[in-house]
């Protein structure tokens, strides 16, 4: 209570949305070496930043959303399990937690017995994925689901992280183990196939 009888915190009132966290580490380097030393308020902002988009990626990846959950949150554990063995090059930090999350998502996949693909084959996969983020649905999205579904996989891998994920041209490359100019390559092919679907 503060001198006004007014419970401390009360400037927060029901409805009122909380100011985002400050971001405590902005570079590169200071976030992973506060990772390393276990710091919470890194982990904390790893989370934050990445764990949607963790999820997002399984999801697309099995179409299953309690399998996204279950990969989303085993990426995490991995990540501090394995935090001391990770040595920062000048890669972002998300490059070494989406291998994680690829290899947990490669893993589950095999464990479900199923052949690995994307689930964008399946229409009702990518709508699950755009109504948890609150976008709605539309016939023109099932269509680019069905087509993205029929391109090879290196295809959809590029287009995944970079319209899926919002990647940058940088850390697609890094997470797929391409130069920049390979991936701007794969992307315009890609996108090449995809209109070829579509004007199907």
């Known amino acids: 209570m503060d001198e006004s009888g007014e419970p401390q915190n009360a400037g927060l009132r029901m409805g009122e949305a909380a100011a985002p966290e400050p971001r405590p580490f902005e570079r590169e ?4 070496a506060a990772l390393a030393s276990l710091e919470p308020r890194a982990w904390r ?9 963790v999820y997002n990626y ?6 299953n959303a309690a399998d996204a959950d279950d990969i989303a949150a085993n990426v995490f554990i991995e990540a501090v399990r394995g935090i001391d063995r990770f040595q920062y090059r ?10 994680i999350a690829h290899n947990e998502t490669v893993d589950h996949l095999k464990r479900r017995k199923r052949t690995e693909t994307t689930s964008l084959e399946h229409p009702e996969a990518a709508e699950g994925l755009l109504a948890r983020d ?3 649905t539309s016939d023109d999205m099932r269509d680019v689901s ?3 579904g029929k391109l090879k996989q290196e295809h959809r891998d590029v287009l995944m992280l970079r319209l899926v994920e919002g990647r940058s041209v940088n850390e697609t490359a890094t997470l797929l183990g391409k130069t920049q100019g390979a991936v701007k390559v794969m992307q315009m092919r890609a996108l090449k196939a ?7």
Do not use: C, M, S
């Not at 380097?29 to 992973?32: F, G, Q, R, V």
């Not at 902002?45 to 988009?53: K, P, Y």
């Not at 995809?194 to 199907?200: C, H, I, M, S």
């Open 194 to 200: 995809l209109r070829a679907r579509l004007d199907k």
């Open 45 to 53: 902002q790893l989370f934050q930043e990445h764990h949607q988009r």
């Open 90 to 99: 000048g890669a972002p930090v998300a490059a070494w937690l989406f291998r």
């Open 146 to 148: 069905d087509a993205l």
């Open 58 to 63: 399984a999801y697309v990846r099995t179409g």
């Open 134 to 136: 609150g976008f709605g």
């Open 29 to 32: 380097e200071d976030l992973a």
